[in-house]
Each structure stands twice: as C-alpha cells, then as structure tokens.
C-alpha cells in the first residue's frame, strides 16, 4: 500500500458530551463530568486507498484499525485488549486525575499498581515464598554482570552452557568478574541443539551454573533443566525470551531474570527472581544499583523505576491469569509452534528450520529458503500482506517468526498460508 496515495476523509467539527466512565475515549475527552468540550472528531470513516486497487478499508472506532501481523522478536508485539486498556487508562488512570506516567513512584496509587503486577505474577509462575521479585532496569544483559558480583567472589569458579548468542555474550561478560567456563558450547553446530545433562563436565565447586532456557536468535529452547553437581551451587536461568510463555519449577532456579520486552511488557523493565538467601553478599565494588540488596530491602522503588512498563506487565499478568493461566498459555503457544513447525518440514525442503526438533522453541522459530536468493523477495511480499519482521537476526540471516503469546493463532495460520503460496510460486 503506497502511502502517498492514502486519503483520509475526516469529519466535521463536532460538540462531544462527557462519556460515561466506562467508556474507552474517557481518558482523552472527559476534561470534566460537567464540561462540555469541542473537538475536531476523527471517529467517522477513514479511507485508505491502495495503489493497486480501488478497495476502501473503513475504520470507525478506536482498536479497529488494521494492525499488522508483528513477529519481531522483541520489543515485541503486546496483547491488543491490554493495549486498550492502556489507552482507556492513559490520560486518567482510575480517577486519580493523573495517568500513571505523572504519579509518584512512592505515591499510594503505584504502591498499588506494583504491589499488584508482582502478586500476579507470584501467582501465574506459582512463586514460593523464599523468592523475591524484582522489578529493574538496564535489560538483561545488565545481569550478566550483576550475577557474578552478587554471587561470587573474583576467583570463584562458575560454569555456563553456551546454546546461542545470548549465552555466549553472558559468559564473556562473567570474564570481567569471575573465572567462568564453557562447560559445553553449540558454536560449532551453529547453535541447533541442547547437550545432554548427563555429558556435561561440571566443576563440582563451581558457584552457580547458568544457561539461557531460550535463545531468542538460533530457536534453541530447554525442555528440562540441569541440576548444578556442586550441592552448594545453584542454577541461574536466563528466561527473557520465554518467561511466562509455560509453567517453570521456580524451586530448581537460584536467579531466574528477564527482559520484559518479549512476552511481559515492553522494552525498560527486567525482571528478577531471586532467592532469598542468595540476597546480601555483593562484593563492595559492586555499583549500588547492580546490589540486589538494594532492591529488594527497597521493594523495588530505591529510584525512580520505570513505573509504565511494570503498569504495562501488570495488565499483561492480569489478562494471561484471565485466560486460565500459564499451562492454558502453553497449550496455545504449542498448537501455534506446531502449525508452523509442519509448515517448514512439510514443504519438502523449500523451507527449512536448522534446530534440532526435539529442543526447538515455542517463541522463536528461525527457517531458511533453499534458494536463499528467494529470502529478500519472501520478507518483502510477507510485508504487503502485513506480516512484518520476519528477517531472520543479522548474525544468522534468513527468518525469523517470533510467535509469543501475542501473537493470534490467525497470525500464524496467515504466514502458514503465505508460505504455502509462496512456494507454489516459486518452488
């Protein structure tokens, strides 16, 4: 659709009264229960003319836009109904006159906005109680640095599983801070496969052990989770791709962190899920805001947060425990990975996913053409049909459809049926 051939049919200035409470508009027109106020509406019919045909998309109310089919790995696409509840609560978040970007991050009405995202969140991943919850900042790969300074000494050793790019950058980060080793890399596979648990060399006095559970560029996701061989040591788990995309055992994870800008929210907002006991020895050059000490002693709110983005993850925890919870969120995310999983190992080769099937993830999936010349011309028709960002990681090439809990079954089954046509073009 060319965008200089759209036209927009707008209509006239209108006088539009108070709304109701409940009403989706309220939080931008309702100035004042007693006012009335005079604003150019935008809410008759929109006119998109295409290019390539005389067809007119109508839109008449706000969430009825067209809206495109995202796969982008991350920031990634967000829940459409919790995006309108956003948008209803913007301007005046539940009649406190202000919207959640303007309040007092220490002020009762966020107390409770975070004191319920995290009681939430406690609830869908079943939490126990020995846990903390932290809500930060800095991404995750800020905690590859704050791990080894929380938990460790300089010359303590830890080990890493290195399944992809994220794990990799993790162990090369811990070199700054610890004597860190690869206990087993799938580099020279080119990342397609998990080890097995029971090869792994483990130093039996390593402090932690760490993996990523799914590597977002190569599609790599663990199924089941190793056990550390030092009865001291713990397990830290590296979820930002995956979190609360199925059930965890969080009693099997010393750390469990996440950037929340895949499944939980968008981009600003990590999340830490901490034992309580590995809590408190930080070593002194460790930065007051890598501590999470600091933290945890301040309920998250030692400076300024970023209160949006936990307000946005606290809806998206509402409306996955509204749909039955994390192993009704699994189901869906399975039949979605499966439709599109076929698609690729049905097409007789035309499309071809590189991971081993057996640890292939229900968030990323990463797919080749066999005629890679065919690639550019894939992406851009898939982009006409408003499936956008499908380029595959620029480490890696090809494509990539990240699929996480967003994303409706209708986004899949249309990509499953562009494919299908596309091969019939050109296979």
Known sequence: MAASTNSFLVGKQTQ???LKPKSISQSFLHLNKASTVNLTARTKSVSIR???SSTQVRASSVGSEPRVFNFAAGPAALPENVLLKAQSELYNWRGSGMSVMEMSHRGK?????IQKAESDLRQLLEIPPEYSVLFLQGGATTQFAAL??????SDDPVDYVVTGSWGDKAFKEAQKYCNPKVIWSGKSEKYTKVPSFDGLEQNPH????HICANETIHGVEFK???????PN??????MSSNCCSKPVDVSKFGVIYAGAQKNVGPSGVTIVIIRKDLIGNARDITPVMLDYKTHDENSSLYNTPPCFGIYMCGLVFDDLLEQGGLKEVEKKNQRKAELLYNAIDESRGFFRCPVEKSVRSLMNVPFTLEKSELEAEFIKEAAKEKMVQLKGHRSVGGMRASIYNAMPLAGVEKLVAFMKDFQARHA
Request: with cysteine.
């Open 109 to 113: 009405e966020f107390l409770s906005i």
């Open 16 to 18: 539009i009264p108070s």
């Open 206 to 209: 390593a402090k932690y052990l």
């Open 148 to 153: 080894p300074l929380n938990l460790c000494k």
């Open 224 to 230: 089941d989770y190793p056990v550390p061989k030092n």
């Open 50 to 52: 295409c290019s390539s």
């Open 233 to 238: 040591g713990v397990l830290i788990a590296d």
